[in-house]
T-cell receptor
């Protein structure tokens, strides 16, 4: 059965304390792995798409990486404004554009 | 956030009411989606439209009725809902269905069924 699991469920960091969020998946025919950020009461905001193992993408303090079994979202020297829920999702080859989401990691960055 | 707009942002309705949610995208996309987000659960895909045609109904109860009059507008008509239907309803759009493109989300409608 295709599924995606995110860990940890919640993470509390001090400002400047780097860490990584994990998204592990067991699917056949992964076409793309997506990362979104969601602030309370808002819709998810697109961050990255990764298409093949070994691929990496960066945006400000965030870097996403992809292997054959998991993806990581690395957060370097986070700031309080990075506090949000981070969601990963996948699309399967031949699956149209149907995103299947994980339950997310709730990140809190404190001063 | 202005790429995909949703109205209303908050809605409280009784189980016997009929209401509609509206979504509009200003991105020139051809595919539009409805998702449901309940507390502690992953986003659930409900419906998919491509060039105004419905291509996916993810076993959604008939009390939810989507409508897509053109590629820029999407509605979700609600009637005789249940309290468990209370959730955040999110609309999204993407360039197409075949390109595996990223989806852009609206801010959502927070629905409470009393």
């Amino acid at each position: 059965e295709d599924q995606v699991t995110q860990s940890p469920e919640a993470l509390r960091l001090q400002e400047g304390e780097s860490s990584s969020l994990n998204c592990s998946y067991t699917v056949s025919g992964l076409r793309g792995l997506f990362w979104y950020r969601q602030d309370p009461g808002k819709g998810p905001e697109f961050l990255f798409t990764l298409y093949s193992a070994g691929e990496e993408k960066e945006k400000e303090r965030l870097k996403a990486t992809l292997t054959k079994k998991e993806s990581f979202l690395h957060i370097t020297a986070p700031k309080p404004e990075d506090s949000a829920t981070y969601l990963c999702a996948y699309i399967l080859t031949g699956g149209g554009n149907k995103l299947t989401f994980g339950t997310g990691t709730q990140l809190k960055v404190e001063l | 956030e202005t790429g995909v707009t949703q109205t209303p942002r908050h809605l409280v309705m009784g189980m016997t009411n009929k209401k509609s949610l509206k979504c509009e995208q200003h991105l020139g996309h051809n595919a539009m989606y409805w998702y449901k987000q309940s507390a502690k659960k992953p986003l659930e895909l409900m419906f998919v439209y491509n060039f105004k045609e419905q291509t996916e109904n993810n076993s959604v109860p008939s009390r939810f009725s989507p409508e897509c009059p053109n590629s820029s507008h999407l509605f979700l008509h609600l009637h005789t809902l249940q309290p468990e239907d209370s959730a955040l309803y999110l609309c999204a759009s993407s360039q197409s269905l075949g390109g595996y493109d990223e989806q852009y989300f609206g801010p959502g409608t927070r629905l409470t069924v009393t």
